[in-house]
Nanobody, 119 residues
Framework: QVQLVESGGGLVQAGGSLRLSCAAS????????MGWYRQAPGKQRDLVAT???????NYADSVKGRFTISRDNAKNTVYLQMNSLKPEDTAVYYC?????????????WGQGTQVTVSS
């Protein structure tokens, strides 16, 4: 059974920082791209940042220069360092990973972690 477990969400004032973590576990053969998405109330789930197995990154324009995605392949973990947080960053943040499990490639999601930025 494959799991993505997120941690690090919480309540922070505008201008503050948070670091999210997402660890993948289970019978994983390999992990390709990993990423973070977010969903605010009443809105669709949007991409925040992705990182390939080789470390190439991609960011939504709204977070460029403020957020940094990274990964530790030895720990099957992806991180999202969020600085200069704004109230509009408030959302549930979801981890996503492209995994090969039992020879089959699939997209897996974490359960989500709430990030709330107060003004």
């Amino acid at each position: 059974q494959v799991q993505l477990v997120e941690s690090g969400g919480g309540l922070v004032q505008a201008g503050g920082s948070l670091r999210l973590s997402c660890a993948a576990s289970g019978s994983i053969f390999s992990i390709n791209a990993m990423g973070w998405y977010r969903q605010a109330p009443g809105k669709q789930r949007d991409l925040v940042a992705t990182i390939t197995g080789g470390g190439r990154t991609n960011y939504a324009d709204s977070v460029k220069g403020r957020f940094t995605i990274s990964r530790d392949n030895a720990k099957n973990t992806v991180y999202l360092q969020m600085n200069s947080l704004k109230p509009e960053d408030t959302a549930v943040y979801y981890c996503n990973a492209a995994l090969i499990v039992a020879g089959v490639r699939g997209a897996y999601w974490g359960q989500g972690t709430q990030v709330t930025v107060s003004s």
